[in-house]
């Protein structure tokens, strides 16, 4: 959160003010208002430990009294608030205000026999959404003021002053913020990268021009094992995102690999490198399918990273289902019928046509 903190000092020797037990002030719109804005005010909501009143002011006999506002705090912010913010616009930002501090207190300057006082305030703003409120910025303001000790009235335009600060400052804030800063952003643009790449002696990358060989099987055999063969095959989902004229862009890269020093073999042959080469064309298939998903998602600048991380967590869990489904009706290739089935299969599939994998995926 960014934090401001403002400073005015000001001498007030305008009219007076009557005196009961307690002070009692408006807040006030000062006839102008932010007609451009995204934005609105929803809620304000009293955060103060002590809500009996805003602080302590003297009369022109040196009484101590408690100064209040004419309603709630809540409301009467709430109210001006929404009196000074005007939109246009049908897509406004949501905003709700914690008032974490707001305290007037004044002393007489016994040098100058003037009333030196102040009123400190404590705003943080948050966007409402979907879920929990999003914090966006915090406020610290201050306005001092000297005055006679008849010309108690003008305080009240302190008050009402820090206020109308506090909302200068949102104002100024959220226009520099609007096009730049992720939380409020109202889209999500997808940027996704699937490149070819060069394999290395620690990683194959897939590549339809590249097929799997023996010599990418590096680790030693397990000797307890009943498999023939075993590869280590998967892909990563990774990107960074930036903002771009108010939208978030998601940039998404994708890498289908095998681990050669996590795969073996025992005994070599044509026959098996094929059936680890589906494995392969498998991960690949599965990473086809969550592109297609994922470039026809609307996506809530508000949840989109908790989607994709949804959206890669199904497609995982696609994949094993997959890997096991093929190993199961193949017997780990020792059905040489439902091997060759299945080599169509995904073949078909990597082509574009996953009708027979959804069936499978389905049932």
């Known amino acids: 959160m960014r934090v401001l903190t403002l400073f005015f000092p000001l001498l007030l020797l305008f009219s007076s003010i009557s005196f009961g037990q307690d002070v009692v002030f408006e807040l006030n719109s000062n006839g102008e208002y932010f ?32 100064v209040k506002l004419k309603g709630s705090l809540e409301k009467e912010a709430l109210d001006l608030f929404q009196e000074k913010v005007k939109t246009t616009s049908n897509t406004f930002h949501r905003i709700q205000v914690h008032i974490m501090e707001l305290e007037l207190n004044e002393k007489l300057n016994t040098a100058t026999k003037l009333y030196e006082g102040g009123v400190h305030m404590k705003l943080s703003y948050f966007l409402i959404g979907k879920a929990d409120p999003i914090p966006l910025v915090d406020y610290t303001g201050s306005l001092n003021y000297r005055r006679t000790p008849n010309r108690g ?26 096009l730049g800063n992720p939380s409020l952003a109202k889209k999500v643009r997808l940027k996704i990268t699937d490149q070819l790449r060069d ?6 990358f897939y590549h339809p021009d590249r097929p799997l060989n023996w010599g990418d099987f590096r680790d030693s055999p397990q000797p307890s094992s009943n498999f023939n063969a075993t590869i280590f095959s998967s892909f990563s989902m990774a990107g960074t995102s930036v903002m771009d004229n108010g939208t978030i862009v998601q940039e998404l890269d994708f890498k289908v690999y095998m681990l050669p020093k996590q795969s073996w073999v ?84 990597l082509a574009g046509d996953w009708e027979e994998i959804e069936q499978y995926l389905n049932q």
């Open 266 to 349: 025992k005994h070599a042959s044509d026959y098996g490198i094929m059936h680890e080469q589906l494995h392969f064309d498998v991960v690949r298939i599965t990473v086809d399918r969550l592109i297609h998903r994922l470039q026809s998602l609307e996506l809530d600048p508000e949840f989109f990273q908790a989607t994709l991380n949804t959206e890669y967590l199904d497609a995982m869990r696609e994949l094993s289902k997959i890997q096991e489904l093929y190993d199961g009706q193949t017997r780990h290739g020792l059905d040489k019928i439902k091997q060759a089935e299945w080599k169509v299969r995904i073949k078909k599939a």
């Open 35 to 66: 007609s451009t804005s995204e934005y609105q005010y929803i809620e304000v909501i009293d955060r103060r430990k002590n809500k009996s009143g805003i602080g302590v002011m003297f009369d022109s006999n040196g009484r101590k009294h408690v």
């Open 199 to 204: 394999s290395t002696k620690d990683t194959v």
């Open 153 to 178: 009235d003008q305080v009240r335009y302190v008050v009402n002053g820090i206020f109308h600060k506090s909302l200068e400052f949102f104002d100024s804030w959220e226009k520099a913020q609007n």
